[in-house]
């Protein structure tokens, strides 16, 4: 009877064993783990890494993201975003999203849009020597008890670095444009197609929200304080660009 009971609880419990992590760029490209990835330019439009994560398996799985360590520099100036969320900056040892809130569920055999997760570096350091931001991707249960296997990567920021043609890809022009990121009552917008955007605050806050069509427009900022923000702009094909801007009244 004890044998019975212990296998009918074993049929219940979920296969964590099958579960499996991946992460692939936006145009599908696997990244493997251990990968580092390495860009040698500050410029937004090719130093932006854009990705998705995969669940392969057959069930539902949680994700966490773990900051593992960060090497000459302090994780400021590294804009990472995740879910509907874009932080101007990181830090060591921190847990994104971090464990008092819900962890990223991905479907099974489903994964996360590209345009909800990026990472991008700009800040230069020395000048001299490459700064490294160690990431790992792990699965979590409903008790934040990691399990499986974890994928981590590294993002490099090497000025000295020679890429490869297949490193640097092809620049891809931004669709939209915030000409100035300090500003005062209004913020001008360009865009090239009809665009959404949303203004949250540094704790991700979201406080303002709108349309915008092709061209050149001007939000009405008058209900934000002075201080620093973040602009997520996005097109219909999913494409997001963000940027922290600063209210200067």
């Not at 760029?25 to 994560?53: C, F, M, P, R, W």
């Not at 345009?115 to 991707?137: A, C, E, L, R």
Request: with cysteine; hydrophobic share 35%.
């Amino acid at each position: 009877m004890k044998q019975f009971f212990f296998l009918l609880l074993l049929y219940f419990i979920p296969d964590f064993s099958q579960a499996q992590l991946v992460l692939v760029k936006e145009n599908g490209a696997s990244i493997s783990n251990g990968q580092v990835l390495t860009y040698n330019t500050t410029d937004e439009s090719t130093a932006t890494l854009h990705y998705k994560i995969k669940n392969t398996s057959s069930s539902a799985v949680n994700v966490r993201i773990k900051i593992l360590s960060i090497q000459n520099g302090t994780g400021s100036g590294f804009q990472f975003c995740y879910l509907n969320t874009c932080l101007p900056s990181v830090a060591a040892n921190a847990v994104y999203p971090s464990n008092s809130n819900p962890a990223i569920t991905i479907n099974a055999n489903s994964e996360t849009p590209s345009s909800g997760y990026n990472m991008w570096n700009s800040n230069v350091g020395s000048g001299t020597f490459p700064i490294d931001y160690t990431i790992k991707y792990y699965l979590v249960d409903d008790f934040n008890n990691e399990y499986g296997t974890p994928v981590t990567i590294t993002y490099r920021y090497n000025p000295n670095a020679i890429l490869s043609t297949v490193e640097t890809g092809k620049e891809q022009k931004p669709f939209a444009a915030v000409p100035a990121t300090i500003f005062k009552g209004k913020l001008t917008i360009i865009s090239k197609e009809n665009i959404s955007y949303q203004i949250n605050d540094m704790e991700g806050r979201q406080l303002l929200k709108g349309n915008l069509k092709s061209g050149s427009e001007a939000v009405d900022t008058s209900a934000l304080n002075t201080g620093m923000y973040i602009i997520t702009l996005q097109n219909h094909h999913g494409k997001i660009i963000s940027k922290k801007i600063i209210k200067n009244d």
